[in-house]
């Protein structure tokens, strides 16, 4: 049996490390600090963040190619 803790998801630990878009776009997401949830709160099939987004900063960002569609992955 795990051991149960009480915590506010506000008050998880943010994630340490950078993100993974490339400059000049990673850049872009340095007002942004997300906070994993999925491991804390014991959650497996998909994942989980709270993300803090601070004035000027950008949620996420849409890509576009040189004909105006958009890229996926």
């Known amino acids: 049996m795990s051991?149960?803790?009480t915590i506010q998801a506000t008050d998880a630990p943010p994630r340490t490390t950078r993100?993974?878009?490339p400059e000049p776009f990673?850049?872009?997401m340095e007002k942004r600090v997300k906070h994993p949830l999925s491991d804390l709160f014991g959650i497996k099939n998909f994942g989980v963040n709270l993300?803090?987004?601070f004035p000027?900063?950008?949620s996420a960002l849409l890509l576009m190619r040189k004909n105006g569609e958009p890229c996926h992955e």
Do not use: D, F, P, V
């Open 26 to 28: 990673a850049t872009r």
């Open 19 to 21: 993100s993974l878009y």
């Open 3 to 5: 051991k149960q803790i």
């Open 56 to 58: 000027g900063g950008e």
């Open 51 to 53: 993300t803090e987004i």
